[in-house]
DNA sequence: ATCAAGCTTTGATTCAAATCAACATAAGTG
DNA sequence: CACTTATGTTGATTTGAATCAAAGCTTGAT
C-alpha cells in the first residue's frame, strides 16, 4: 500500500540524536543511554506525498520523525477527510495502531522525511526495563489525548479566526521549540489541508489569513507567513485574557 | 475543590469485579490476578453534580468507573466549555493528567457513581511486572486517541442530524456491551451536555431529535429515548454505505 | 399541593461559514 | 520555454446552525 521506501540499515542512536529531548526521556546515565539506543531498530526515508503507513495497515512500530513534516488524516465512508494532526521533527507518530493492531488513519509526508523505526515490542520490552521511559510513554500518549480535547474546543466552539490564530500559535510554538523562527513560517500544507484540521474550507482560510493581513497582523505570501504581531493573535485566540 | 467524598476503606478486589472483563486484561491466571487486586487502592463515591477531578489538581491516580456516569469538560479563557467525553461503568477516566501531572479538564458525575481509585504509580510498577497489563494499558490511552479522532471527524465534517445519529447509536453500542437495552436508553445528560460534546447548541439538539422523531427513527420524551430505525440512523450518520 | 428553578420544545430571525464562480499565481513537466 | 495542473484569492449568494424569544414540562423544595 506505501510507496516503496529506501530502508537504510545504517547503525542509529538516540544517544548520538540532537532529537534526544524531544523523542526521549531524559535523566539516563550513558550506558543506559546505550541500552535505550535498541527501542529503533532502523530509519525509513518517505518521499513527499508519500504514506508512512495507511489505514488498515497492521501496526508494529511507532516512528520518531527525524526530519520532514506529516500529516495524518481519516475519512468517512463517504470520503469526507479530517486531517487529525501535523507531526514534525521530534514527534511521535503512529499511536493510533496500538488499540486494534492495525493502523485507523494515513500518515503522508508533507516534505520529505526521514523517520525512527521503533517496534512497539522494543517499546513495550525496554519500557518494563526503564521507568522513566515507560513514563516518558505514557506522557506522549496523555500529551496527545490533552492536544486532542483542545481540537475539540477548536472546532466545537471557536470561530473560524480564532481556530487560525490558535493554529498559527501552536505551529510558531513549536517550530521555536526546535530552534526555528519564532516569527517567520514556510507552511508545509495547503489550505484546504489547514481547512480540514480546523474543520472551515479552504476559502474560509484562506479569507481568514486576508483579514490577518489586512489588519496587520501578519504578513502572508502563499506558504510563507511572518507573524507581525503575535499579541493581536493571543487576544484573538483567547479574547478574554485580555480584555 | 472536590465537594466531599466518602472515602471507604473497603476491601475492593478486581478478582471478583463483573467488569473485570471492561477495565482489566483477560488471561491472567488467578494467582496473579491476586496480585492485580493491588492496583486498586480505595473506592471512592461521587455524587451527581460533584467533580471526581478538577482542572489544575494533581494528578495521581487514574479512575474505573464501578456505577454511575460522568462526563468530562474543558473550559476555555472566556467561559466557553467543551464536553470532551462522557465515561460509563467499566471505562477509565483521568488519562489527561498523565503529561503534566496535573488534570486539564473536569470530571464531573452525571449520576451518583462510584468509581475505583488506581494511583497512577501502582499501575506502572505492575505494568513493569505484568506485560499483559502494560498492554492493556496502552491499548487503553490508544482507544482515547483514535475516539477523539472520530469526534474530529464529527465536529469537523458532520452536519447536525448526522453528528446526533453518531452519538446514538455509539451510546447504544456501549449501553448495549454492558447488558443493556440495544433500544431503549434513558440519558443521563441535558440537551446542553450533548450540544457542548457535538459542537451544537441545545435548539439544535432538541430540533434534531424532534426530527428524527418525526420520521419515526426514534421515539423521544425528554430523556427516555428508543431507537425505533436504527437502519435509518446508521444511514445518516454514514450515507455512502447505504447508497 | 404549590411554587420555583431547571430543562425542553418550537418558532422567527440573524449570521458565519459554505458554496458557487471566476480569476490569479505558482509549480511541475515534457 | 510553453503548457498543464495544483493552489490560492476574492466576490456573490445560499444555507445550516446560532441566536433571540416564548411557552410547556419536570422535578424538587417548602
Known sequence: MNQPTIQEAIKVACSNCNLRELCMPVGFDSEDMQ????????????????????NGEEFTSLFAIRTGFF?????????????????????IIGLDGIVSDFHSCNAIALEDAEVCVMPFANIEDLSRE??????HMHKVMSREIVRENGVMMLLGNMRAEERLAAFLLNLVQRLHAR????????????????????????????????????????????????IIDPEALKKIFNPQTYC
Chains 1, 2 share one sequence.
Open 71 to 91: 500529516k495524518t488524516c481519516i475519512s468517512s465512508a463517504d470520503g469526507r477527510e479530517q486531517v487529525t494532526g501535523f507531526q514534525m521533527a521530534g514527534e
Open 130 to 135: 526503564f521507568p522513566l521511559l515507560q513514563r
Open 179 to 226: 530552534g526555528l523562527s519564532q516569527t517567520e513560517i514556510v507552511l508545509r500544507m495547503t489550505r484546504e489541508e489547514i481547512g480540514s484540521y480546523l474543520g472551515l474550507k479552504l476559502e474560509t482560510v484562506s479569507r481568514a489569513f486576508s483579514k490577518f493581513s489586512e489588519e496587520g497582523i501578519i504578513e502572508v505570501k502563499q506558504r510563507y507567513v511572518r
Open 35 to 54: 541500552k535505550l539506543d535498541e527501542v529503533v531498530a532502523t530509519r525509513r526515508r518517505v518521499k513527499q506525498g508519500d504514506l508512512l503507513f495507511a
